[in-house]
């Protein structure tokens, strides 16, 4: 294994990543290098308030430390208590029109270290959708480059990592999928070095092509306060499912990671309602309905 | 002890509490009553875009299972397998105007059964205050209703409740208190249940006198956008909390609650902005430097 391989692969992946969405909003990011005292440090670049990004964040981090939190030796309780590095690009894009979904994707890279003892790596990742009001043409159009992303590497990887997906980005307490999904894994350390991180590369380097066209179809399309607000309450799931569930944010807590970048996935803006449901046959009840299920997108 | 006096009382408060905040507000509680498939129910309460609530949530819960949830066994392991009753009221009132404190009560009652064992129980609950704008007149009142209430039990409580509180209402990933504070406890079964429970009583008792006062002082100083604005930004950090680490939360949703009430306590409208920091001097910078640190109040 070759970690600086990965890490000049990741710096790169940000920089083309940043550069398109600038493109595609017309505002520069803001840049923010920073160290963290225990080990490691990162690159986080934010929009804010841009045009077709109400909220855009990408960080790259390289953390190290002497214990490989909980969040990660879950799964693996053999490798608790040994040191670790963790690297990786992760992003989520909060679009201002509340007919352009929002976007997450990770790529990451653990090595866990024992003296005495062979190390320990692997990689993990993926990318998935949170639509306000979807769209069949998006939904295929996402998947399809998810499972284009996959196939060079084996047929079986995407309905294995759209599967993990569906059941990762899971809302226990609503019952409900996250978005429409994508793929999701970890733990690859599968068939060797090489060609887990080419999977890996492929996985981050697709994001580009799954989620820029569907930016450029909807991001015109009118809206008003209704979309707005539906955008504003769904924004709340999101916050749920990070906050309560997701590995990469306890992750990044317990690691004593730098709070401003973990927390640039949380939405700008969102509102909480008791009990509310939509109106049945209406175009928001339409994202439960027929998007808020188990799906086979990329038929 | 005695379920049926408890649960009478819990009611009895919700009811109190619930017609007082309607008449300061002017507009009535929505209440709807409800069970759960796997034992018990409650009664929510709830308020939505009130005059001087813009969000207040007081629900009864009363619920029961055959196992009692990690997060109430986390202290007490040897707990865990055994059947559970679990009757508490808890509040959660988010004002509108950013100069009157979001405020939070808490009172509860759990028993674990099993078999050939005798049933074990203990009470918990507390009550604290999360200023937008701090005022020490608040801060002190607010303490001070905290301390009576605790006083004729004893004045060994107050400070340990107190310093409780701070601890337990810390968001370790901000290195923040979420608030002022106030008082905290749980696991209590001394020095016998009447006492208890008598104690336990006077926490929720006390929460009007110490509260209301309060909204009734702040709620018609003028604000703006800018007060609006730092409110929604500070409400995240209520968010976080909540989501991330109050064990209540997690007990409802870990022991299948019902979430719409779980969850009523996050308020209505939030915001987040990347590595935001209040301008040095200015009134949002005094709660951090005069409000959100360790202070005896109750002096």
Redesign the interface.
């Known amino acids: 294994m070759d970690v600086d391989a990965v890490k000049q692969f990741l710096t790169g992946l940000q920089q083309t990543i940043v550069a398109s969405l600038s493109g595609i909003d017309g505002r520069a990011f ?1 840049r ?1 290098e920073w160290s963290r005292r225990e080990g490691g440090g990162g690159i986080t670049q ?1 929009l ?1 308030d841009g045009v077709a990004f109400e ?1 855009a ?1 990408v960080n790259f981090s390289h953390v190290s430390g002497p214990n490989l939190p909980p969040s990660a030796s879950a799964g693996r309780p053999e490798l608790a208590g040994r040191s670790f590095q963790a690297l990786g690009v992760s992003l989520v894009l909060h679009p201002r029109n509340p007919y352009v979904p929002t976007a997450h994707m990770n790529v990451r890279f653990l090595v866990a270290e024992q003296d005495g003892a062979a190390a320990v790596w692997w990689f993990g990742g993926g990318m998935d959708l949170t639509p306000y009001y979807g769209f069949e043409d998006d939904a295929r159009h996402f998947h399809a480059a998810c499972r284009d992303a996959l196939a060079p590497f084996g047929a079986g990887y995407y309905p294995r990592f759209k599967l993990w997906c569906d059941e990762y980005f899971h809302l ?3 019952g409900e999928p996250r978005g429409i999904g994508g793929i999701f894994f970890d733990d690859l350390n599968e068939p060797d070095f090489n060609r887990a991180f080419a999977l890996t590369c492929s996985v981050g380097e697709h994001f580009l092509p799954a989620y820029e066209p569907i930016v450029q179809r909807r991001r015109n399309e009118p809206y008003g306060e209704r979309e707005r607000d539906f955008q ?1 309450y769904r924004r ?1 799931r999101y ?2 499912f990070n ?2 569930y997701d590995r990469g944010t306890l992750f990044g ?1 317990q690691s004593g990671g730098r ?2 970048a ?3 996935s ?10 509310w449901k939509p109106e049945p046959g209406s175009p928001e009840a339409k994202l439960y309905t027929e998007f808020l299920i188990a799906r086979d997108w990329a038929d």
Request: glycine share 6%.
């Open positions: 803001r923010d934010v804010e909220r964040g226990r307490h609503r504003a709340g916050v749920e906050l309560v807590l709070t401003e973990i927390l640039m949380l939405p700008p803006r969102v509102e909480w309602r008791y009990d």
